[in-house]
């Protein structure tokens, strides 16, 4: 009698979800997939042999990435993380300066409504403000983790602007502000350089 036996990998769905498709650039339905190899009789898998490892599948292109994709944010967790970030940093910028201005309060509803807050209003932001602490750490952090560099130092920049609405960046606003960056996961001299240009900006304005 012929035998026909050999090694085959057999793949089997453990986990499934959205993620960010590089290949299709938008969000998609992933299957997390796990193999394993097999040894066959009759092409038939009878004995399990060695892992093989994990891989994510675009269910829509049905291309396969390295796990490592599931850490790219989605369009929708990038849409809900950055106005909270924004308000939190607009919130804490505006604590450290004191009693803010007009200026510098409608400067950090504009600021906080481009982020994606579009209902967002004074009512809200004075209910934020009468808050103590209204930096969030964490906020931050999730927006820097989704921004590229160009786009955190124009975050921070908006942020700036808020407390220059009123005049030159106190000492408070300055430490608040370089917490920030470092939240947002900028370096010092990133942090530093981006205050420097946003105050030059200011006074040519």
Do not use: K
Request: charged fraction near 20%; hydrophobic fraction near 45%.
């Amino acid at each position: 009698m012929l035998l026909i036996f050999g090694i085959t990998v057999i793949f089997r769905t453990i986990g499934q979800g959205i993620f960010h498709c590089p290949r299709c650039g938008g969000d998609r339905q992933y299957r997390l997939r796990s193999g394993r190899r097999f040894f066959t009789l009759f092409f038939l898998p009878v004995i399990p042999l060695t892992r093989v490892g994990e891989h994510v599948q675009c269910t829509t292109c049905r291309t396969r990435f390295a796990t490592d994709v599931l850490r790219l944010p989605t369009a929708a967790q990038m849409s809900a993380a950055l106005p909270v970030g924004m308000r939190s940093a607009a919130v804490a910028i505006l604590q450290a300066g004191g009693p803010a201005t007009g200026a510098a309060r409608q400067r950090a509803l504009e600021a906080i409504r481009g982020a994606g807050a579009n209902a967002y209003g004074p009512a809200e932001l004075d209910a934020a403000l009468r808050l103590p602490g209204g930096l969030d750490p964490e906020a931050l952090a999730r927006v820097g983790a989704q921004l590229t560099t160009e786009a955190r130092e124009w975050f921070f920049a908006q942020v700036v602007r808020i407390a220059l609405a009123d005049g030159p960046l106190s000492p408070p606003q300055r430490e608040v502000a370089n917490a920030i960056g470092q939240h947002l996961g900028m370096t010092p001299a990133q942090t530093l350089g981006v205050i420097m240009m946003t105050e030059q900006a200011a006074r040519r304005d």
